[in-house]
């Protein structure tokens, strides 16, 4: 059914000249590795150097894409890396939960979060870029900023609209927090970007 629709958009006679479906392209798998000392390098020249010596450590070929996406604030002087690599590197250290620097070795994990906006609590953007008028609170649901929630409970907006758009099916908890990593509707997020990462 997807060829048919791509093909039917890509042959149309007024579509044709203004859009070209295709189908997207599956991305390759993310890594984050915990604790990277933050150093006084240029950027780019500190990526190059950290990546170089962690393939020669590991034995990494230079076939194998490895490239670093960003990076989060860990704890005190270190950073947490979100690097993309390749399938077949995905494949090589499955299993595995260190990768070698040098004389030393740096935790990692599979990274797979979806991005979330922190105003409206929903996916797929960020706040920077958010077009909703109030704010929510990640506390209670309220239309406001959870600085200043007084709730004495937590309930997950995401979840409740969930439960909402359900009617009269199956329902899921909205005990918890709407940044909370065990959110039913976070993890389905997560397991739906799990299925376009290219693992082969």
Sequence with gaps: MVHVLEQ???THGNL???WVARRPLRRSPRIMLYDVPVTN???EAEEAAFLQKLRSSNSFPDSM????LFRKPGRGPFQHWIL???PELSSAIKGTNRLIFGFGSF???EFLEPTQCYKCLRFGHLRATCSALKELCTKCSGDHSYRVCTAASVACSRCMEYNRRRGTGPKVRT????LSVRCPVYLRERDEMGRYVNYV
């Design 16 to 18: 044709m000249a203004v």
């Design 84 to 86: 993309s690599v390749a």
């Design 175 to 178: 005990d918890h927090s709407a």
């Design 107 to 109: 935790k990692f994990r």
């Design 41 to 43: 390098m240029v950027r």
């Design 65 to 68: 894409d490895i490239r670093v």
């Design 8 to 10: 039917a958009i890509n």
